[in-house]
Structures are given as C-alpha cells and as structure tokens.
C-alpha cells in the first residue's frame, strides 16, 4: 500500500510538473533522473493518494497518462522505498519493522483486533537472529565466491596463507596451479589443498614433522529473495550463515494480515528443498526446518489457508492459523490450553456462512475431532461463580463454614463434621434457608433438641442450604450494669453472673480520693418480684456502706447485682478539690492564693497579698472571671467588706490592681482622636476640645465613657442639656456616629402608582366642589 502510494504521488507531482511550460514533452520523454527527481517531491508530499489523483484529473491527465507514468516509475526507480531509508534493498541486519499502531479501545467501543499469534516474534527489538560468525566453521559448509580461507603449515615449516575464493570458484597459493574449492566443504577442499601443498611441502600431513589445516575465515554474502506475503518482499544481501529465520526478520516476517506462518518454503535451483513451520520454534524450539541459505535462494510465503480466532477463556486468545487435518484440540493446546476459570463442558463458535454468520455450540466430547474452517471465532466462557455442592453452617458450631453437601448429606452429619455444637447453642430451634426449584427462598424450622435425641427423623440437606444455629445470647438483650459516680472509670460494664459491687468497683478502677464508701445505692429494674414495693414506685432502690478496701458488712456480702443494675458512689460533703485565684499588680505579694473557704471574698485576697501600694491605681483595678471582666469598685470594698461589691471568690478568678495612670484616651468621632493628660479640674468637654472637638457625624447624645476599671458610664441628657461623666484617670472616652438613614425613596413605578391615585383623588374632589356650588 505504500509503495503504491508513493508511485501515485510521483505520478501526481510528475503530470504537475509536466503541465504548462512543459506540457509538449510526453511521459515516455522523461529521462531517469527526472523521474528520480519527481519521486523524491512525492516524498515530501503531505497529500493522500486519493488527493493527489483528483489533482491530476483536475489538470487535464487521462488515466492512460496515469498508467504510463506508473510503469515509469517502476522501470527507473524499481520498488520505492520508505523515506530515509537506502534505495538499494541490501539488508544484513534490521531494526524493528513497522507494526500497525493497536487500535484504542473506549468504553462501549467494539473490542480490540485480537493478534496474529508468531507475528510479535519478528517485531520484538530485542530478539534478533543474526548468525553466530565466532562459532566454528560447519563441516557442511559449502564454499563459494568471496569465501576467505585460512592455510597454517606448521611443524619444521611455518607458513600461512589467506586466500580467497574467487569468482570463479577457485584460489591461488604460492606458484601453484588454481585450486578449484567453490562447492565442497571444508573437509573436501582440506583434502585437495593439502594434495597440491605437498608439491612445495614434502611429507605433508603423512608424519613428516609438517603439518597443515584449512579453516574458514570472512564469510561471504549470499542474496536471498523473498517474495509472497511478507512485510518487505525484495532481495537481501545476508551473510553465507544465514539461515531461513535471518531472512524472515530481515524482511519483517510473515505479513500479519495475509502471510502463512505455517507454510514458509524455500526454493533452491527452482526446487523445492525445505517447508518451514514457524509454529514448531514458537511451540517447541524446534529448528530442524531452519536451514542454512546458499546463494539465489528463494523464500516464499503463502497466503494462509485457515485461520481461526480463540477468545475468551484460553491462556493465550488471538488468531491462530490451522493446517489441513488439525482438530480445535490441536488448535487449543497451541492457545496453551483452557485458562484456570474456564467453562469446558462446551465451547460457543460463530462460523461464517455464504449469507452471514452461524452460532453453533460444540461439546467437550466434540472437540478432539471438530474440524475448524476459515474465519472461525471460538470462544470459551467462564466458570459460574456458584459451587455446585455446597451446604453452609452458621451460628453456634464449633467450625462454622461452608462443606461438600456429598460428604454431608444430612443435618446430623454437617454438625459433627462442624465439631459440634457449643454449650450456648438454642437447641428449641434452627432454621434452614433453601432455594425452591423456581429460586424463590423458604424457611424450614427444626427442633434441635428432638432430632439429636431421635426423636424426630433426620433433616436430608439440598445444595445451597444455609444451617443457622443461634446461641442463648442472641435471644436476649445485652445485659450490662453501670456505675457511676466517685470511681476513676464510671461506665457500664458487661454483666456476668455472680457480680458483685466491690467486683464492679474494682472494674471501674477504684474509688476516687472524695468518695465515702458509707453512702452507696443501687438502682435496680422492678420485675416480677414486686414485694415490698410501693404500686407507684418503679424502681427499688437498695443502700448499703463499704469500707475503702471493699470489705462488705457479712449482710451486704451476699448481694448480688443483676442485669441492668445502676451503682451510684457518693462523694464525701466535705470534700472538695483545691480552688484557687490569682491577685496581681501593685500588690506586696502577688502570686496565686488557694481559696481557703467558701466565704473568701476579694478583700480576703487583698489582705492575704499584703495590701496595696502606694501606687496602685483602685479606679483601673480589674477582676476577671472565667475570661469575663467584672467591674468592681476595690476602693468601696477595701472601706466597706460589707459592700455588695466585695464579691465570693471563685476558682481561677484574677484580680490586676495597675500602677497609677495620668492618662485620658479620646476616640470616635472627634477631629483628632488623642491620648492626653489627666489634669484635675478639667471637665469632660475639655478633653473632647483637645481632641479637635466633635465631627459633624458625631452622636452628642451617646457619648460614654470606659473607666480603667472596665465600668462604662453614659452621658444623660435632659432636655436636650447633656450632662457627660466625670473625668477620671485611664478613662477612654468614646463618641460614636451617627446611624446611616435608611433610605426609603420609592421605585419609578411606585411613584407612578402614587402620583394616579392623587390625580384620581383630586378629579374625585373637584367634582365634588363642582356639585355643591
């Protein structure tokens, strides 16, 4: 197809070139080099043949012009070669030929061409066949032209001599008359040698004390045609070791599409003297068939004659080509035989009849002598995910799992090769789930206790049964018992017979280091002993004491918890774990103070701390709690305990008394927001006037202010007179804006609306006018 492709294309580009100016001078007028030349553009040409021939077409040229300039071509040029490659078709050795790129495969696209079985074995880079020249020389070996042979004497003489065989057969040695050797093996030609040899060497090779062997040295090259279905027919020059499978790859194999692998034939003198199989290499590395090529040898490949698909379930799916007389057994163990999941009792096959295609279904006891036909396609499906003799056990057996019904044909039988059942199995009933003959599930019941006592016959089994044996405990609900309470571990635990609570307690890790073990209560489920319980009570509740090394009084020892029972352990009243607060600042001794009592307050902690300063500032002093800041007045409280101010204190509370500031911050809406100095006697609109005074955007109204303590203080307002707070050292004075109007204009068809019911209004009040006057 390429070749023709290229005699298209130069017969295009040599009818554009021949047009016009040049028009006058005819196809057969062309001399070899412009026909060269005009193959050379093809080459370079990116038009498709189909192209190239309507262009032609188009300028006028018949397709008698297009034959002639193809029979050309082909007499100049002979057969085109690939771009880059060597126009003369001498090959020794290759690289990898060219193989058709594998078709994708999407999802939901037709499934990939499957692949000719031998065709990867002359396209694999790394496998050559080039012939071995190190080995030592056949004795077979029959020698021609170019042949280099290699003379030693040695013994009382040494000489050596490297004559080649000359075109006509022979060689030339010293003075000697030429010895004809073209045609005879090494041994033949050692012999006539060295009997011409004994001319100039006495007692050659006859116990003399000289001595002369003849070995090969340079082979020649032999030219070797291939023809047929191969990937690259022509002539190749190989070496004169080449065997039959050196010339195959050199010319890239059988053709994949049409060539024989099985039918390879080698012709020698017009005779026919060796059929080559490629599949006994693949199959059983047999090259007996591959023998050495002499000179004006001739491969031939066929076209295949049946060629056949395996798909499926086989070790090696593709096409395989079958010979006269083979059987789809043969077929499938060249496949490698039937993969491990492989459906055998028969195989599908799609044949192809002379008006479409034939589904037929072929048995295992067919296969040995079923005959394939061209274009067959066998496909061997898979095993069923289904076991055709299995029965299942489950539940409260020893061995739970799945058995051979043919082994276990009854129920007795499945439970002792399952070794038994367990001491908790329910033995009032076990349940069997069977499949009917149309699929549909059932369940059968079997009373376990009657039928290992013989009391009832035993339960035949059927493939695909499934035995449940449930245990005492799937019948009931989960009993636990909890605990709660001053143990380490509170929780619930697993309820066991014979539980008691110093067990329970010593599960939920001990006791705390508050919990009193003369207060401990049991809440426990009324059931149906109802005695001494009140009708509206729902629980009974039991109290008893034990000592802290879980010694119960002999009374107490002999309770016993039951399922579902609530342990609660109290915690001692006087118990609790050390509480503490932190006093900071201008104090003597600041640090952290444990909290001694419940009545500690924050003058408590102030005095504990050493009193203050003589420069902490009471009006910043602040107290924080759990992350909050409280405002508290310390000055009140330090001059009045009593003061309701003189808070309880609680754990991690943390008092900060800061040193003395004589700071005043103003910010909000002022000019110039500022940090200034507190003086005594200016009023609160000085410090504003320092700050540039208010903004137009400023709310007078709401002016506040934050003491150092965290205390805001607002400004009151009496008829329009405001009256801001007193100026404080630390005090941060804040004006806030004014609140953005929300705008309220309506939309151009509101408008409208409202503008047609006001017209409408005033012709309704005109008219009214109108009447009355």
């Avoid at 197809?1 to 006058?24: E, W």
């Avoid at 116990?207 to 090259?221: D, F, K, P």
């Avoid at 609530?566 to 609790?576: A, G, K, L, M, N």
Wanted: charged share 20%.
């Amino acid at each position: 197809m390429y070749s023709h492709f290229l005699l298209i294309s130069g017969l295009v580009i040599s009818l554009i070139c021949l047009s016009g100016a040049v028009r006058a001078q005819t196809v057969e007028n062309l001399t070899p080099d412009q026909i060269r030349q005009f193959v050379q553009q093809a080459q370079a040409s990116g038009m498709n043949e189909s192209q190239m021939e309507q262009m032609a077409r188009s300028r006028g040229f018949t397709d008698t012009d297009i034959s002639r300039m193809q029979q050309r071509i082909l007499e100049t040029v002979g057969t085109p070669t690939r771009p880059g490659s060597t126009s003369a078709p001498v090959v020794v050795t290759r690289e990898q030929p060219p193989t058709p790129a594998p078709p994708t495969s999407t999802t939901g696209s037709a499934p990939t061409t499957p692949t000719v079985f031998g065709a990867s074995l002359f396209s694999n880079s790394n496998l050559t066949f080039e012939p071995n020249l190190r080995i030592p020389t056949p004795r077979n070996y029959q020698l021609g032209p170019d042949d280099e042979l290699v003379i030693d004497i040695f013994g009382n003489a040494q000489q050596t001599y490297r004559p080649k065989v000359s075109p006509e057969g022979s060689i030339r040695v010293e003075n000697l008359a030429p010895i004809f050797v073209s045609g005879l093996t090494i041994e033949q030609a050692e012999q006539r040698i060295v009997g011409r040899l004994r001319t100039l060497f006495q007692g050659l090779n006859n116990g003399g004390g000289i001595g002369a062997q003849v070995t090969l040295g340079s082979v020649r090259s032999i030219s070797v045609t291939l023809l047929g279905q191969v990937v690259r027919p022509g002539t190749y020059t190989l070496s004169s070791l080449a065997s039959v499978f050196n010339a195959l790859y050199a010319a890239g194999g059988p053709s994949p599409d049409r060539g024989s692998f099985r039918d390879v034939r080698v012709y020698r003198a017009n005779r026919l003297v060796k059929t080559l199989d490629i599949y006994d290499f693949l199959l059983r590395a047999d090259q007996s068939a591959n023998v050495r090529l002499h000179d004006q040898d001739i491969i031939f490949v066929d076209h295949y004659d049946t060629r056949v698909e395996l798909a499926g379930q086989v070790r090696q799916p593709g096409l395989y080509e079958a010979k006269r007389g083979e059987t789809l057994r043969q077929l499938l163990n060249i496949a490698g035989g039937f993969a491990d999941q492989a459906y055998t009792a028969s195989i599908s096959l799609l044949r192809n009849t002379p008006t479409g295609q034939q589904l037929l279904t072929i048995p295992a006891g067919d296969i040995d002598t079923f005959a394939p036909k061209a274009g067959d396609r066998y496909t061997v499906g898979s095993l069923l995910n289904r076991v055709e003799n299995k029965v299942t056990i489950k539940g409260a057996v020893f061995r739970p799992g799945e058995f051979a019904l043919t082994q276990n044909p009854s129920l007795t039988q499945l439970i002792r090769t399952a070794e038994g059942l367990r001491e908790d199995a329910f033995l009032n009933r076990a349940t069997i789930r069977r499949l009917r003959a149309n699929l549909d599930p059932e369940l059968i019941s079997i009373d376990l206790s009657k039928l290992l006592r013989g009391q009832q016959p035993d339960m035949p089994l059927k493939r695909d049964d499934v035995i449940e044996i449930i245990s005492v405990g799937q019948l009931r609900q989960e009993r636990t018992v909890s605990i709660q309470g001053a143990v380490n571990q509170p929780g619930s635990f697993p309820f066991v017979d014979s539980l008691t609570v110093a067990n329970l307690i010593v599960q939920a890790g001990g006791f705390t280091d508050g919990a009193t073990a003369s207060r401990l209560e049991i809440a426990r489920r009324i059931g149906s002993d109802t005695a001494g319980v009140p009708s509206e009570q729902n629980t009974r509740l039991i109290s008893f004491s034990i000592d802290r090394n879980l010694r119960l009084s002999p009374a107490d020892a002999q309770l016993v918890l039951h399922p579902y029972d609530q342990v609660f352990v109290r915690t001692s009243p006087r118990y609790e774990a050390q509480k503490g607060a932190v006093a900071v600042g201008e104090l003597y001794y600041p640090g952290p103070y444990a909290i001694r009592a419940s009545t500690d307050r924050i003058a408590d902690l102030i005095s504990r701390a050493g009193g203050l300063k003589p420069d902490a500032d009471l009006l910043s002093a602040r107290f924080t709690r759990q992350g909050e800041v409280v405002s508290v007045d310390i000055h009140t409280i330090l001059n009045d305990p009593s003061n309701v101010g003189n808070l309880l204190l609680e754990d991690r509370d943390t008092l900060v008394i800061p040193r003395r500031t004589e700071l005043v911050r103003v910010r909000g809406e002022v000019l110039n927001p500022a940090t200034v100095e507190f003086e005594q006697g200016k009023s609160f609109r000085d410090y504003i006037g320092e700050a540039g005074g208010f903004t137009n955007n400023a709310q007078r109204s709401k002016v506040y202010a934050v003491r150092a303590n965290g205390k805001i203080v607002s400004t009151r307002s009496f008829l329009g007179i405001h009256r801001y707070p007193t100026p404080e050292r630390g005090m941060n004075v804040v004006i806030p804006a004014v609140p953005p109007k929300e705008q309220n204009r309506l939309s151009a068809t509101e408008r409208a609306a409202l503008l047609t019911v006001i017209s409408s209004g005033a012709a309704v009040v005109l008219s009214v006018i109108r009447l009355f006057l």
